[in-house]
């Protein structure tokens, strides 16, 4: 079998300290030819559902890959590691519900294996850190060719823990949607699919009071006025041109938002 070459990497160990160098240094001892594409290590701590929502939006715009997610906060219990195969790569980490939204965004979990193949770990497995020790070393020996059954025994796929699916509801000049994820720019994306907009207008409220513009670029609206846009993921968001929408609208994660015609 082929190696994919490549590895897109994604956790949210920030950069402060040494816990992405330490994955790095673990991939690389095993297969040091193998690049690797460095998704986000700033997915919020112990944010499941952030991490899933990033890979799944940025997993199909790689090369094939062996795709690697770490936002772990059940390390070192009894939650299981997995390798998920899909006809658009592998994915490896724990099997908390991180990986099946790209799983699924790159053609669906065609088969999964329990990740306990004692061989493929790096010395002895810390229970804190099996980024380093456990998931590292897999996604190296994917990524040069190893065959996703070494990995350990076979799972069911319709037996993978997910996560809930986000809200979203369209109905006649209005959408109700869960906030999905807000980057760095302040910019609110929902849960709605773009095509949402096309039951709106061009003059909008949102949650109620606040106005809104539907348009295409951030400059189809003033500076510091709010715009409702399909982003580059297709999903319905909010910005503010020059400004941060998240801080107008006060909203988190998980938060419901109702754009309305006016």
């Known amino acids: 079998?082929?190696?994919?070459?490549?590895?897109?990497?994604?956790?949210?160990?920030?950069?402060?300290?040494?816990?992405?160098?330490?994955?790095?240094?673990?991939?690389?001892?095993?297969?040091?030819?193998?690049?690797?594409?460095?998704?986000?290590?700033?997915?919020?701590?112990?944010?499941?559902?952030?991490?899933?929502?990033?890979?799944?939006?940025?997993?199909?715009?790689?090369?094939?890959?062996?795709?690697?997610?770490?936002?772990?906060?059940?390390?070192?219990?009894?939650?299981?590691?997995?390798?998920?195969t899909t006809p658009g790569g592998l994915l490896v980490g724990p099997d908390n519900g991180v990986l099946i939204w790209a799983a699924e965004a790159l053609g669906g979990?065609?088969?999964?294996?329990?990740?306990?193949?004692?061989?493929?770990?790096?010395?002895?497995?810390?229970?804190?850190?099996?980024?380093?020790?456990?998931?590292?070393?897999?996604?190296?020996?994917?990524?040069?060719?190893?065959?996703?059954?070494?990995?350990?025994?076979?799972?069911d796929p319709a037996g993978l823990t997910r996560l809930p699916d986000p809200v979203a509801t369209i109905g006649d000049g209005w959408i109700e949607a869960e906030v999905l994820t807000v980057d760095r720019f302040g910019n609110v994306q929902l849960a709605a699919d773009g095509a949402a907009l096309s039951g709106l207008g061009s003059e909008l409220l949102v949650n109620g009071g606040v106005r809104a513009r539907r348009g295409t670029t951030f400059a189809d609206v003033n500076v510091g006025e709010l715009l409702v846009f399909a982003d580059s993921a297709d999903r319905v968001a909010i910005a503010v041109n020059n400004g941060r929408a998240v801080v107008l609208l006060s909203v988190v994660p998980g938060d419901m938002v109702r754009i309305t015609a006016r």
């Open 109 to 155: 979990v065609t088969a999964a294996y329990e990740l306990d193949n004692k061989d493929w770990t790096l010395g002895g497995v810390s229970r804190t850190f099996h980024g380093r020790d456990v998931f590292a070393p897999a996604a190296a020996r994917l990524a040069l060719g190893a065959a996703p059954e070494e990995a350990g025994p076979a799972v």
């Open 1 to 84: 079998m082929a190696g994919y070459g490549w590895i897109s990497f994604t956790t949210d160990y920030g950069t402060f300290d040494g816990f992405v160098a330490a994955c790095h240094g673990s991939i690389a001892r095993i297969a040091p030819e193998v690049r690797v594409i460095d998704v986000t290590h700033h997915v919020p701590p112990a944010d499941v559902a952030r991490g899933a929502a990033v890979l799944a939006q940025t997993a199909p715009h790689l090369p094939a890959s062996v795709h690697l997610a770490v936002v772990d906060p059940g390390v070192g219990t009894a939650r299981r590691g997995v390798v998920l």
